[in-house]
């Protein structure tokens, strides 16, 4: 399937060993932006209902650089305080192709509620 960003709620030091898993709690509010997004004629990432997101890269303009060596992939972890801070400093305001609007109001929403449910990301 690829590369994916997906959330999680555990120490970032633990992911490798619990996984990106956030439970019940959470993916009921993933399955709400979901709805949420679709309710305003958005297609939204179908990753999302299980709260990972596989449109990411449309994270990197926003927040000004690479997430992810393509070159030499390996996983990237940011912890909750982390995306706190990408969230605040992230730069919307960039333009997209047409073909890329849902992706582009997914990522940014994943991001959003990631960082208000305190939730880390972990791409891989």
């Not at 555990?10 to 309710?39: I, M, N, T």
């Not at 801070?85 to 109001?105: G, L, P």
């Amino acid at each position: 399937m690829g590369i994916s960003a997906h959330a999680f709620d555990c120490k970032p030091s633990e992911v490798w060993h619990k996984g990106f898993d956030v439970g019940k709690k959470y993916k009921v509010k993933f399955e709400a932006l979901r709805k949420k997004l679709e309710s305003n004629g958005i297609d939204p990432d179908f990753q999302l209902e299980d709260c990972s997101l596989h449109g990411w890269h449309i994270l990197e303009p926003a927040i000004g650089k690479k997430i992810l060596d393509r070159r030499n992939p390996g996983a990237v972890v940011w912890s909750s305080k982390t995306v706190r801070e990408i969230n605040k400093n992230a730069n919307w305001n960039f333009e997209i192709d047409v073909v890329e609007i849902s992706t582009y109001w997914s990522a940014r929403w994943f991001l959003q509620l990631c960082a208000e449910l305190n939730l880390g990301i972990y791409f891989e």
